[in-house]
C-alpha cells in the first residue's frame, strides 16, 4: 500500500576534478574523479495530485484514485515555490509511471552553480516517487535511473551516484550502480563557498574535453596516492588550472585564500569557489557554510523538514 506522499533528501555535491567517460549507455557513461557532499542540498516532495489537493491520506479507493493521478500526463512542478522543471527529473517520473505527481523542489543552493542540483533533483525524485507508489525498487535501481537521466540530459556526469553515498566520494571507475566503483576520502569538514555565478554544464560537456580528462586522471592519481583532504584542494586546484577551467573572480579568492593560510578551490562547474574550514571567511569573504554531508541520499520524514 502507498502513502501517496514522501520526501526525500540529497546533498549538494561539488566536484573537485573530473575525467569525462561519455558512452552510448548511460548507466555506463560517466565520470572518475573527487568531490565533497554537502549538508546543504535538496529536499524533493513528490504527492499524488488529489493528495496534494485535499490533505487526504485515505482509504483504497483513495490510495487507487492517487496511484491513478500519478501516472497522468503531467502534475504541477516547482523549484523553491516557483513554476519551474528540471529536464532528468521528468525522465525520472516517466521512467517510475510518476508524471501525474506533484513535484516540489526545494534548494538554498543556487542552481547551476557546481552544486548538483539537477543531479540530487533526479534522484530525490526518484526515492520519493518510488515510496509515495510504492513501486518497489531497490536503491541502486533508483540511483541508476536518476544517473542516466543526469547524463542523458547533459547536465552531469558523476554527482548522482556521488550524493547517493555521501562524505568525500572519489569516483574511481565512471557509471552507476553496478558498473562505476565508488571510494572515498575518510574525513569531515567544515565547507564555505562562495558563487559568482552560473556556468553551463551542458556546454563545457558539449566541447572538447579530451585537454580537461587528462588533467583529471592525473589529478586523480594524486588523489589516490594520498586520500587526505588536502590533497584532493591541491589536486583540484591543479585541475582548474591545467584543464583551462578558472575564471577570474574564482582565481581571485582561491589566492586570497591561500595568502591567507587556507585551502579553495574551484566547484566544477560553476563560477563557485569551496574552502575547507573558514578559508573564505578569513579571506575576507562572506561565505555561506555547512558541514561534509555524513549520510547520502536519503527518505525524510516529512515532519522532519517542516
Ligand atoms: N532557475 C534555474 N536556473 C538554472 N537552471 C534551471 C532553473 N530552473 C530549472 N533549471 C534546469 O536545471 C538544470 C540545471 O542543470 P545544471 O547541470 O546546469 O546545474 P546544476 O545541476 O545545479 O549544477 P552543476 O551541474 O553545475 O553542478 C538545467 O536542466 C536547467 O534547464
Ligand atoms: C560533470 C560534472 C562536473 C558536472 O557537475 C559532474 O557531474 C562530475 O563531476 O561528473
Redesign the pocket.
Known sequence: MSSQRATAFVPG???AFFSAHPADDPAVAGSRGAGVTLADGVTVRVSAADVAADGATGDAAAADAAAAAATADSGSRT?DG?R?????VEDVLADLNATGADVAVETD?????????????ALGAALAANAAFDRGRSENDLVRTAHAA?VG????LG?VVAQARGGVPVRLEPGAPGVGELDGVPASARVEYVTFD?????EVLGGDTTALSAAGEAALDRLRADPRLPTLMDAARGFARDADLLVPEVAEAVDAVDAAGGEAAM????RTVFALGTGLSDAGYEPRACRVDAAGARLVDDRDRG
Open positions: 555535491h561539488v566536484t523549484i516557483d519551474g522543471s528540471i529536464g532528468a543552493l543556487p542552481i547551476g552553480a557546481g552544486f548538483g542540483v539537477s543531479g540530487a533533483a543526469e540530459r547533459g547536465t552531469g554527482d552560473e556556468l553551463s554544464t551542458e566547484a566544477m562547474l560553476g
